[in-house]
C-alpha cells in the first residue's frame, strides 16, 4: 500500500477527521489515519494536527505511545512534566502516564504517533485525579480541561 502525499500534511484518499467525536474537550485538532494495522505490523500510524492555540484531550491509556513532531512546535505534558517540543523530536508516553498536547509557540504543531491497533479507549481525570495533576502550579496553568 502507498498513500500519495498531496501536498501540505495531506493524502491520497485520507479523510481529515474530528480529533475525536466522544465530547471529550480539546480545542483545534484534526486527525487523518495513514495506516491501520495490517499483515505483521498490528499498529496504527496517525497524524494529528493542532492548531495554534490549540490543544489535545487530558487523557491516559493502558496502551504506549510514540510521537514524532512533523511540524511547527509546541508543548507536551508528559506525566508531571512539561516539555517544550519541535520539529523531529520523538516523544514516548509510557502506559497509563497523563499526557497532553498544546500548540502554544504562535503557530501549528503537526505530530505522527503510533500505537497499537489493539487498545483500550481513554481514560479522563476524574476530579480527584484533576487536582492530584495539577499539584504544580506550572502544570495546573498548562492542562486545559
Not at 501540505?8 to 465530547?23: A, H, S
Not at 508528559?78 to 498544546?102: C, N, Y
Not at 504562535?106 to 485525579?129: H, I, M, N, T
Request: glycine content about 12%; charged content about 30%.
Amino acid at each position: 500500500m502507498i498513500r500519495r502525499h498531496k501536498g501540505g500534511f495531506t493524502w491520497d484518499g485520507v479523510d481529515i477527521l474530528p480529533y475525536k467525536e466522544d465530547g471529550t474537550i480539546f480545542k483545534s485538532v484534526t486527525r487523518q489515519r495513514l495506516f491501520d494495522g495490517g499483515h505483521d505490523l498490528p499498529v496504527e500510524l496517525r497524524y494529528f494536527e493542532v492548531g495554534d492555540g490549540g490543544h489535545s484531550t487530558l487523557e491516559r491509556h493502558q496502551h504506549a505511545h510514540l510521537v514524532m513532531v512533523v511540524k511547527g512546535k509546541g508543548q507536551v505534558l508528559v506525566g508531571d512534566k512539561i516539555s517544550d517540543i519541535e520539529l523531529q523530536d520523538v516523544v514516548q508516553i509510557a502506559p497509563m502516564t497523563w499526557h497532553q498536547f498544546r500548540a502554544s509557540r504562535g503557530e501549528e504543531l503537526g505530530f505522527l504517533c503510533v500505537v497499537s491497533v489493539d487498545r483500550d479507549k481513554a481514560q479522563r481525570p476524574g476530579e480527584a485525579e484533576l487536582q492530584e495533576i495539577k499539584g504544580s502550579p506550572e502544570v495546573a496553568e498548562f492542562v486545559r480541561v
